[in-house]
């Protein structure tokens, strides 16, 4: 008769010798795929990119480009803006004069986005061309209903 070395785990004999975890190791080992895998979550809907952009930031990414030149906005570029998506304004601010384009009539104004919380108002500062060979510092402002 042969023996060999499988032999005595199919009658059982060897069962008992067979690798066994204690319940406090288990226990731990579960708890730790758990946070690993919490923590995989947390980092995943943290590298996501942002569904829900804000109307004003993206108007002004769209528009300051096409009013900068060589680093400095050209006010009367403002004219080349092509239709907005939403009601909106854009305004370029400089040496106490103001530059302004809108969508239409029902586009917010700045001045009316001071006193409502249903308007987005986003601005960054800009070099402005006011004159030949004369830049001076500026803000460029988008002011979209949310």
């Given at each position: 008769m042969s023996h060999w070395s499988g032999e005595g785990l199919l009658r059982g004999a060897e069962s008992e010798n067979r690798a066994a975890?204690?319940?406090i190791a288990a226990l731990v080992a579960v708890l730790a795929v758990g946070a690993a895998l919490g923590l995989y979550v947390v980092a995943l809907d943290d590298a996501a990119p942002e569904r829900e952009r804000p109307t004003a930031e993206a108007t002004l990414d769209r528009v300051e480009p096409t009013v900068t030149t060589g680093g400095v906005v050209n006010p009367?570029?403002?004219?080349?803006?092509?239709?907005?998506?939403?009601?909106?304004t854009v305004e370029i601010e400089a040496d106490g004069e103001t530059w302004t384009v809108r969508s239409g009539d029902e586009a917010p104004s700045?001045?009316?986005?001071?006193d409502?919380?249903?308007?987005?108002?986003?601005?960054?500062?800009?070099?402005?061309?006011?004159?030949?060979?004369?830049?001076?510092r500026g803000t460029l402002r988008a002011v979209v209903y949310r």
């Open positions: 975890v204690e319940p009367e570029r403002l004219r080349g803006v092509d239709e907005f998506r939403y009601a909106a700045v001045e009316t986005a001071r409502s919380d249903a308007i987005a108002v986003s601005e960054r500062p800009v070099t402005v061309g006011v004159g030949p060979g004369r830049n001076v």
